[in-house]
């Protein structure tokens, strides 16, 4: 029975020769599929903001560069109306979903509030079973969430 390293050594491949070209094709691999998470601010009139997630909200993602939020509107946010437009949200992991929380708690309790919107609907039915509902507002579109933003005598909590 012969391996593949045996195949390699035979024909003047050594063991790390390929190892550092399984490497990378590994990482290169990688590289070709990671995109990095992205806020991007689509609209402020000073009283609402509208900003867009798009790629990954992962562990590594929301932790790096201090608060994203922060970076994109400036201190102050929390307690604005700010709408979080999801469409673009590739994929979302607990951590990504602690984030969420955290920043709508710390709304809450400087008077802001934050709007999710326009969720693929895979993250439409994840946000339905975690009740995320009793947490957040949640609107299928930016028009909803907007007319949301600006009723008059809103309330912090959903």
Known sequence: MHTTWDYLSRNGQG??????????LLSTSY???RQDLMFSLQSDDGQVACVAISGPLRL??????????????????YGRQILLDLSELQTIDSSGFCWLVKRQKRMFQQGGQLILHSAPPWLGQTLGRLKMDLIFRI?????SAMRLARSHGWDASP
Do not use: C, K
């Open 139 to 143: 609107t299928g579109d930016r028009d």
């Open 60 to 77: 590594e993602d929301v932790f790096q560069d201090g608060d994203a939020l922060e970076n994109v509107l400036g201190s102050g946010l």
């Open 31 to 33: 590289q070709a599929m």
């Open 15 to 24: 063991g790390i020769a390929f190892a550092n070209r399984f490497y990378w």
